[in-house]
T-cell receptor, first 119, second 114 residues
Framework: DAMVIQNPRYQVTQFGKPVTLSCSQT?????MYWYQQKSSQAPKLLFH???????NEADTPDNFQSRRPNTSFCFLDIRSPGLGDAAMYLC??????????????????FGPGTRLLVL | GESVGLHLPTLSVQEGDNSIINCAYS??????FIWYKQESGKGPQFIID?????DKRQGQRVTVLLNKTVKHLSLQIAATQPGDSAVYFC?????????????FGTGTRLTIIP
């Protein structure tokens, strides 16, 4: 089945130790997103790629970086994790809905998330 | 700034009853709206969507209503089941030549009482 896969599902890192989270998709979607979600809050967009074009949200800290080496894979790098970066990190993919033929085609499909714990 | 908000943070419904979750949005340029269901420890799951040129769309046990006049969105779940217990997010989509952005509401926690 086509899907969005995130690895690992749980990640423990030490304060200040770089960590990389990965996302892959078999949907062949143009757009890939990274969200941060803290407990009892809505997902917050960090950045997204439209094909190879990178779009950073204005309030995303410089500590967060991303790479998309090809259509299928996208990585989230946290250069120096702080205690406040402990959260669920969600990857999502989509085709732009204005290119689609009808409802349900342009929505974002989410992976299961990676829960990051910073010690 | 623009925002999407929900009226109620929690909602408890008896199993078998219908539930309605409401959402207000403020970005008049948004042209596509989505409801997501998120169970504990999982990613958001697409439920149903609606474009701005529609005012109602039905799925299996779910209906989304869109009132553009008052910028209001609702999700109706019929004959609720224990598996419907989750947090529900509305989201509005705004696109500008492929630069798609999804803004989530704050979420409503739906609890189905057996």
């Amino acid at each position: 089945d086509a899907m969005v896969i995130q690895n690992p599902r749980y990640q423990v890192t030490q304060f200040g130790k770089p960590v990389t989270l990965s996302c892959s998709q078999t949907l062949n979607h143009n757009v890939m997103y990274w969200y941060q979600q803290k407990s009892s809050q809505a997902p917050k967009l960090l950045f997204h790629y439209y094909d190879k074009d990178f779009n950073n949200e204005a309030d995303t800290p410089d500590n967060f970086q991303s790479r998309r080496p090809n259509t299928s894979f996208c990585f989230l790098d946290i250069r120096s994790p702080g205690l406040g970066d402990a959260a669920m990190y969600l990857c999502a993919t989509s085709r732009p809905h204005w290119t689609s033929g009808g409802p349900g085609q342009g929505t974002q499909y989410f992976g299961p998330g990676t829960r990051l714990l910073v010690l | 700034g623009e925002s999407v908000g929900l009226h109620l943070p929690t909602l408890s419904v008896q199993e078998g009853d219908n539930s309605i979750i409401n959402c207000a949005y403020s970005n008049s340029a948004s042209d596509y709206f989505i409801w997501y269901k998120q169970e504990s420890g999982k990613g958001p799951q697409f439920i149903i969507d609606i474009r701005s040129n529609m005012d109602k769309r039905q799925g299996q046990r779910v209906t989304v209503l869109l009132n553009k006049t008052v910028k209001h969105l609702s999700l109706q779940i019929a004959a609720t089941q224990p598996g419907d217990s989750a947090v529900y997010f509305c989201a509005e989509n705004w696109s500008n030549f492929g630069n798609e952005k999804l803004t989530f509401g704050t979420g409503t926690r739906l609890t189905i009482i057996p």
